[in-house]
């Protein structure tokens, strides 16, 4: 089937402003028209004719609420475009989006302060019928305004082959470079982390959206012909965790600790005063429990649950980084323990980092520990 694509119509309400300010716009042989409201000093028209496209186009304007109409499209069915929306709302001095999703159908969302280079905050949402919010996580005060959009794909993302079985349970790891570990001046970097290693990964791969669920264990084995799980590589693992990243976090360093709640289960949000139906860990007056995957924010590849939740199996043996450059490396040869990755839900900032790791006998089981899996032909 030829891939078919186009931009969502959007109702927007997110504002870092005192008093909101409405515009309306709607197309006219593909050039917006101002209706009602605009702001002062705001011209649409001045907008580049390339953001419109031939498919329509949806924007948000962070600090202004922004109607946008659809332009004409190759949809097998217009009126059901019409229901895609994206809004927005501020909210402890960050910008939240949500995007309203419809089934089989792929997401992105990007973001631009100028409507010409645009950035993405996160490249693969599947299309579940409902909608999926979304962080920005750089801070509203003093930044520029921005405009974001959400751009809507039929099927899978752009570059993903064909095969993918589930693509709300399975995201495309495009193959690509990066520099594995911590720098010799990387804060927090500890010395199993070092000397960073520059890996490239030859071939993509697609990764469980969040780590294995006891359900999905016990119903394994129902594969599409062809394909084979495996673990990932510690490289592979790291490589998707960063998704494009080389800070402390997929989001950025954050020192303070302000934003990983957002992005992970860990030792300052996981634990809770009410005692569960279930095992917990019960330290200093709070019981401590694992919590539902995928209810955290993702990546921009569309990972979730890579920093916190529960340490991550890897394929390697645990050892020492080669430093210099390497090809879709496997790691040490032989080894006691295998490496883990990601930190859990019991566990502090500094063990949640992309770079940290960890290492697991092969026998040992625990609530902290678990995996997920990488979908390979």
């Not at 990387?186 to 791969?205: I, N």
């Amino acid at each position: 089937m030829k891939k078919q694509f186009s931009f969502t119509r959007a109702a927007l309400s997110a504002s870092g402003c005192a008093k909101s300010k409405f515009l309306s716009l709607t197309f006219r042989n593909m050039r917006p028209v101002p209706l009602r409201g605009s702001p002062p000093g705001f011209d649409p028209r001045a907008i580049p004719q390339s953001v419109w496209r031939a498919t329509g186009q949806s924007l948000l304007l962070c600090g202004v609420a922004v109607w946008l109409g659809i332009g004409q499209g190759p949809w097998a069915d217009a009126q059901a475009q019409l229901t895609a929306s994206i809004r927005g709302t501020v909210a402890e001095g960050y910008c939240w989006i949500g995007v309203s999703t419809l089934p089989a159908w792929t997401y992105r969302l990007e973001f631009s302060t100028n409507l010409n280079a645009w950035n993405t905050l996160v490249a693969n949402i599947p299309g579940t019928g409902g909608e999926y919010q979304v962080l920005d996580p750089d801070p509203i005060a003093g930044r520029v305004m921005r405009f974001y959009r959400a751009v809507q794909f039929y099927g899978t993302t752009p570059g993903e082959p064909a095969g993918n079985p589930e693509p709300g349970a399975w995201a495309w790891v495009s193959p690509g470079g990066f520099s594995m570990g911590s720098g010799s001046n990387s804060a927090g970097g500890e010395s199993d982390e070092k000397p960073a290693t520059a890996v490239t990964l030859t071939k993509g791969m697609w990764m469980s959206r969040h780590e294995v669920t006891q359900q999905e264990y016990q119903a394994a084995g129902r594969l599409p012909a062809g394909y084979v799980y495996r673990l990932p590589t510690e490289a592979e693992w790291e490589y998707a965790c960063r998704a494009g990243s080389t800070a402390a976090y997929c989001f950025g360093d954050d020192p303070t600790g302000s934003e990983l709640g957002f992005y992970a289960w860990y030792w300052d949000n996981s634990g809770s005063t009410n005692a569960p139906s279930g095992f917990a860990y019960y330290i200093d007056g709070a019981y401590y429990v694992t919590h539902p995957v995928g209810t955290r924010q993702m990546n921009r590849w569309g990972l979730s649950d890579m920093h916190g939740s529960v340490w991550e199996w890897c394929h390697d043996w645990y050892g020492t980084y080669p430093g210099g450059s390497v090809t879709d490396p496997q790691g040490a040869t032989n080894g006691i323990a295998r490496v883990i990755r990601g930190a859990n839900w019991n566990g502090g900032t500094a063990l949640c980092r992309s770079a940290n790791r960890s290492a697991g006998f092969p026998e040992s089981a625990s609530s902290g520990i678990g995996f997920r899996v990488v979908l390979a032909p």
